[in-house]
């Protein structure tokens, strides 16, 4: 399992690596702290998995997925940001992300919402899924 973790906030991503550690094996895990070197990092590695700050200096997390939306990746992308879901998420989703969580989850939810994008599903808050459908 390859992760990238991208944040701008040198917290995030230690605590990030941290959850991502105890909940599957890892083989590498790089670390981002702005988009444009997150992105070089996706086109040149193949990850299975990559968790991106929504407002990151340089590029955000929108911007790189619309960067990568024409370029065949295995790579998952889950979007994690203190902008609330239901402003950006469905445009997250558009752009190709498998999923959307605030900053302010709770840790069991940051886990489901890793475990099931990484078994392939897509993932928002039950919150969010109740005002969509």
């Known amino acids: 399992m390859k992760i990238i973790i991208a944040d701008d906030h040198a917290v995030v991503r230690v605590g990030l ?3 991502v550690r105890r909940i599957t094996e890892v083989d590498l895990i790089e670390e981002s702290d702005n988009g444009l070197d997150a992105l070089e990092k996706i086109k040149k590695e193949n990850f299975d998995l990559a968790i991106l700050d929504l407002s990151m200096p340089k590029l955000s997390g929108l911007e790189i997925l619309n960067s990568v939306k024409n370029i065949k990746l ?6 994690l940001s203190i902008h609330p ?12 992300a498998s999923g959307y969580l605030s900053k302010d989850s709770v840790y069991d939810e940051l886990i489901k919402a890793i475990n099931k994008i990484l ?10 899924a109740e005002k969509v459908i």
């Open 119 to 128: 078994n392939g599903g897509k993932y928002i808050s039950a919150d969010l």
């Open 17 to 19: 690596k941290d959850i």
């Open 74 to 79: 295995n790579t998952k992308f889950l979007i």
């Open 85 to 96: 879901q239901a402003q950006y998420a469905i445009r997250a989703l558009k752009a190709g």
